[in-house]
T-cell receptor, first 113, second 114 residues
């Protein structure tokens, strides 16, 4: 089992460019999440998907969109990147009945110039 | 507002010394609680969790944590720190009322002196 995988690992964008961060899990989990991590702020939830076909905003959704493509995959899209979106992005997943114990991917380090 | 507080941004301990990392939360109900560890450049790994029952829980790598309802705390401890424990540690809190979400503290960076 690969667990939670994310692509790419690193990305540099110019202001205004768009990109999609990919996330996949092979644990048959229902719920998936996107977080951003900034120094001194912990992890903040951007969007989550409680189950296939549903998505909801988290704490910091502005400037992002998500797609739950199927049960395995959950992508995060930046339509017009801004320097404030420079961050490390983590995807996570959890199974029902586990009190939301989340498993994390290795992260994507994004720099917006 | 609901929050999770890790009061110590950085902690430095000597190898072999004991460790306690603090975590407090401000939810009214009994939450479910987690500690995660993040090594440099890596994702987050679950150390331990508390849902109910015995308030002292054991985790991986020799870590333990104690839930104290009266203090709204879930502090992480290790009797003897190893150099490989140097990492960032995050406390996280979830509530059934808030669905499938966790709220994370800001993290504590642990440095280990040899």
């Amino acid at each position: 089992n690969a667990g939670v995988t994310q692509t790419p690992k690193f990305q540099v964008l110019k202001t205004g460019q768009s990109m999609t961060l990919q996330c996949a899990q092979d644990m048959n989990h229902n719920s998936m999440y996107w977080y951003r991590q900034d120094p001194g702020m912990g992890l903040r939830l951007i969007y989550y998907s409680a189950s296939e076909g549903t998505t909801d905003k988290g704490e910091v959704p502005n400037g992002y969109n998500v797609s739950r493509l199927n049960k395995r995959e959950f992508s995060l899209r930046l339509e017009s990147a801004a320097p404030s979106q420079t961050s490390v992005y983590f995807c996570a997943s959890s199974a029902p009945g586990t009190y939301n114990e989340q498993f994390f991917g290795p992260g994507t380090r994004l720099t917006v110039l | 507002a609901q929050s999770v507080t890790q009061p110590d941004i950085h902690i430095t301990v000597s190898e072999g010394a004991s460790l306690e990392l603090r975590c407090n939360y401000s939810y009214g109900a009994t939450p479910y609680l987690f500690w995660y560890v993040q090594s440099p450049g890596q994702g987050l790994q679950l150390l331990l969790k508390y849902f109910s029952g015995d308030t002292l829980v054991q985790g991986i790598k020799g870590f333990e944590a104690e839930f104290k309802r009266s203090q709204s705390s879930f502090n992480l401890r290790k009797p003897s720190v190893h150099w490989s424990d140097a990492a960032e540690y995050f406390c996280a809190v979830g509530l059934m009322e808030y669905g499938n979400k966790l709220v994370f503290g800001a993290g504590t960076i642990l440095r280990v002196k040899s």
